[in-house]
């Protein structure tokens, strides 16, 4: 008897490498970012990172076509960051992905830019209170406080 084994990781095992990966991408970048913030719309972004001169990225991974297609909330992020990406796993199939957000390919251990992001400032006075927000999101969570929502 053949004892075949699936070595594909299922779609939560994906989404988890591929936050993991740019995670850890974006940090290399110079980036803070933090996982599962929600938003003052509601909407609930995978990575939003506070870059070294301010700047503000959202990331939204998509695990596979299925994910992809299924979640159209994405055009949601623009009024919240300067650059919006999305980030997918080596084997996602990029032509099924609009041309407008960037892309960061990636796995468990880092990733790629493989587009960038147009670039569509925040007025200054949101980014101010984004900035504020984050920092206390990010103090919270540190401070062991189950916090995920920004408070505008």
């Known amino acids: 008897m053949d004892v075949v084994i699936d070595l594909q990781p299922s779609r939560p095992e994906t989404t988890d490498l591929v936050t993991r990966g ?19 719309n509601g909407r609930r972004a995978d990575l939003m990172a506070l870059g070294p001169k301010g700047d503000v990225l959202i990331v939204e991974v998509k695990s596979g076509l299925e994910d992809f297609r299924i979640d ?5 992020y623009a009024p919240y960051c300067d650059g919006f990406y999305f980030a997918v796993s080596p084997n996602f199939p990029e032509g ?3 041309d407008e957000p960037g892309l960061i390919v990636a796995d468990g251990f880092g990733g790629a830019v493989v587009r ?8 200054p006075a949101r980014r ?7 920092a206390r999101l990010a103090a ?10 920004l408070s505008l």
């Open 140 to 149: 919270l969570r540190a401070a062991g406080v189950n916090a995920e929502r």
């Open 22 to 40: 740019a995670g850890r991408f974006l940090v290399s970048l110079g980036y803070a970012p933090l996982a599962e913030v929600t938003l003052p």
């Open 128 to 134: 101010k209170a984004l900035t504020l927000a984050f």
């Open 72 to 76: 159209r909330k994405w055009p949601e």
């Open 96 to 98: 099924i992905l609009p």
């Open 116 to 123: 960038e992001a147009p670039v569509a400032p925040l007025a």
